[in-house]
């Protein structure tokens, strides 16, 4: 079983490029996510989505844009990177049934603006 | 606005004994529950979760308690192994609210020989 799988695993961008970070699930999750995190920092959510043509905002969405044309694939976009992107970026997602909300993680993507 | 908190940043625990790892919340619509584990260089992955119905959830030797009146989870390793050295993540969500996972800052937990 893939789980949730994301690429690239390792990137350096420089200052004022763009890159997609791709995400796919096949486990037929509803609900997808985006988290950041920074060093001694927890994890952010910067975007989610409940189902495919739904995107919302988390708490850190600046920077960055997100699209769930599929249930499958829910890609991360950074426009113009800046030194302030650099971080671990997880993609997640759930079966939200009721109030049971577990996510399962990708293996992390390292990026780095320079 | 830390919705999660996770106030103690790291935790050092003997071989064999109890880790308990706290978790204190603010907002009162969180309704769910889950504890993660990450090891360097990895996603988190899911250890155990509870329902605001319940006060208590075990699953081997992880067990979490949650507190809704004090609005605090903590969670039980027993006993404590040292594979069980990584960062654990408590997060919360809220069903019928709005559909974000939130999560702490984490604490880093050392299981000593």
């Known amino acids: 079983n893939a789980g949730v799988t994301q690429t690239p695993k390792f990137r350096i961008l420089k200052i004022g490029q763009s890159m997609t970070l791709q995400c796919t699930q096949d486990m037929n999750h509803n609900y997808m996510y985006w988290y950041r995190q920074d060093p001694g920092m927890g994890l952010k959510l910067i975007y989610y989505s409940v189902g495919a043509g739904i995107t919302d905002k988390g708490e850190v969405p600046n920077g960055y844009n997100v699209s769930r044309s599929t249930t499958e694939d829910f890609p991360l976009r950074l426009e113009l990177a800046a030194p302030s992107q650099t971080s671990v970026y997880f993609c997640?997602?759930?079966?939200?049934?009721?109030?049971?909300?577990?996510?399962?993680f990708g293996e992390g993507s390292w990026l780095t603006v320079v | 606005d830390q919705q999660v908190k996770q106030n103690s940043p790291s935790l050092s625990v003997q071989e064999g004994r109890i880790s308990i790892l706290n978790c204190d919340y603010t907002?009162?619509?969180?309704?769910?529950f889950l504890w993660y584990k990450k090891y360097p260089a990895e996603g988190p992955t899911f250890l155990i979760s509870i329902s605001s119905i319940k006060d208590k959830n075990e699953d081997g030797r992880f067990t979490v308690f949650l507190n809704k009146s004090a609005k605090h989870l903590s969670l039980h390793i027993v006993p404590s192994q040292p594979g069980d050295s990584a960062v654990y993540f408590c997060a919360a969500s809220a069903s019928g609210w709005d559909d974000k996972i939130i999560f702490g800052k984490g604490t880093r937990l050392h299981i000593l020989p």
């Open positions: 907002n009162s619509m969180f309704d769910y």
């Open positions: 997640a997602s759930s079966l939200r049934q009721g109030n049971s909300n577990t996510i399962y």
